[in-house]
């Protein structure tokens, strides 16, 4: 998915740990289009830009098609990051550079890689009438930014959770890394946690988590508690390393879903700007300038005309630096 802002300020990625449960809301952002589809995303922000190695998160839906437009994303760039895509409900075209087409399908994750480039397209399907689900990135360490692109699929199976007593209280279907005895055949340049958790009304679950990682709650549904701390629906509860356990307890009458993301800390600084994790200004400049002439590093997206494509918004006339974060402290 590409990010729609026409003027995407620069981020720099650098991990603050917190304690306690830092509530993070979301803000809405058009995807693009005459009938500009919204999500509504949670990271980055100003106050916290990253989740161990997950570096932007967009929620959107149920959205009708009908209403919106649906999804409808030209061939776009990346790079120094990968994809994952989770839908809900609905049906989207991926097509990449790297010759890769494949349909994005609730319930299937699929992460694609940049490297060092690659452009690809995201359009719903005529089958997909409800568009419903989250659009996540991550950046990759020095040592796989310059490699190859690539692209993994995974179809997670849903493992049943109880409480002592054997009573079920919910499902979880684990898409990167391991929890809860589930581990997802899917391999990442850093250790990292990705799941769809869904809590049965009025139930509660605890999930024995990494101590080493920080972690994110997204709530998809009305309202949840994590660690005892509300959210409300499409924000985000951070939780800072040290914590080995996560209570997650749905007060309402109905099925909550939430999007658990962690990771270990990520100890690099990045520099984020529109579609482009880079290290500095000079880095970004460049990768701006060769998309624009679209060159090599980029591939060529098939099934598209020459015309067809979303160019690069305007650089800011100040350098990109990396932005630091407020202490905890503060």
Known sequence: MSNMEATPVEVACVGEPTS???????????????????????????????????????????????????????PHPHTGLATVSWLFEGEIEHIDSGGVHEMVLPGEMNLMSAGAGISHSEVSTPQADVLHGVQLWLALPDHARHGDNGFQHYVPEAVKLTDPSGQATGLIKVFVGELAGSAADIVTATPLLGAEVLIEPNARVVLDVDPSFEHGALLDTPALSVNGVELQRSSLGYVGPGASKLEL?????????????????FEEDIVMWWNFIGRDHDEIVRFREEWQMRSERFGVVGGWESDEWIPAPPLPNTRLKPRKRPSTND
């Open 249 to 265: 307890v749905n007060p309402t009458g109905a099925l909550a879903r939430v999007i658990l993301l962690g990771g270990e800390p």
């Open 20 to 74: 306690g449960v830092e509530v993070i809301e979301s803000r809405e952002v058009p995807l693009g289009g005459l009938r500009a589809m919204m999500v509504r995303r949670t990271l980055p922000t100003r106050n916290r830009s990253m989740i161990g190695a997950w570096c932007f998160a967009d929620h959107y839906g149920p959205e009708p098609v009908a209403e919106s437009g649906g999804m409808r994303v030209l």
